[in-house]
């Protein structure tokens, strides 16, 4: 079950034996089923999650009432209300499984633990935590300078499982656009 997180770190940073009993000892292998909010605004986080299998995304709702996706997780990688759970602050995001997913969860305090006693775990936090600034800094560009058709492009080119795996309402709340203006842009690709 950790394979796929210790291959992850060896890419990025030399793993020694310590640190895989460390990684095994401290992300605990968790399912949960489709639809399942793992954790809800207005709590503080628990846990940043790795993706193993399955897809996930963050949402909040607006002042109407409607939810907005903000982040869509596909496998490997991290999720959690980032800036939430770093601050140990109440979140105002849900973090929800959208299909079946096998994750490896931390607690902030196990992670603290890990980062402060492992230069592997303290260099690829680092990494992690640059990867998310730059994405994040992207997907703000993407928003601000894209057509919504040019964004929807780049998100099949870039992440194609997705199509397969994700409500569409939820990949036209991520990319800033209502689902019939979604439908509109797929059926102008398909001619």
Known sequence: MHDQLLNLIATK???ADYDKELCEKYFEPVSFSKNKIIEQEGIVP???YFVVSGFMRLFHYNNSGDEITTH???PPGFITSYSHFINFTKSNENVECITECVLLRIAKVDLD???QNSSVFRDFSTWVFQQSIT???NRSKDLATLTAEQR???LINNYPQILHNVPLQYIASF?????K???RIRKQMIK
Not at 175 to 179: C, S, T, V
């Open 13 to 15: 940073v030399a793993l």
């Open 135 to 137: 994405y994040n800094e």
């Open 46 to 48: 628990k846990y940043l």
């Open 152 to 154: 929807y492009k780049k």
């Open 72 to 74: 869509i997780n596909c």
């Open 175 to 179: 990319l800033g656009m209502n689902p």
């Open 181 to 183: 203006s979604l439908s």
């Open 113 to 115: 633990f890990l980062v």
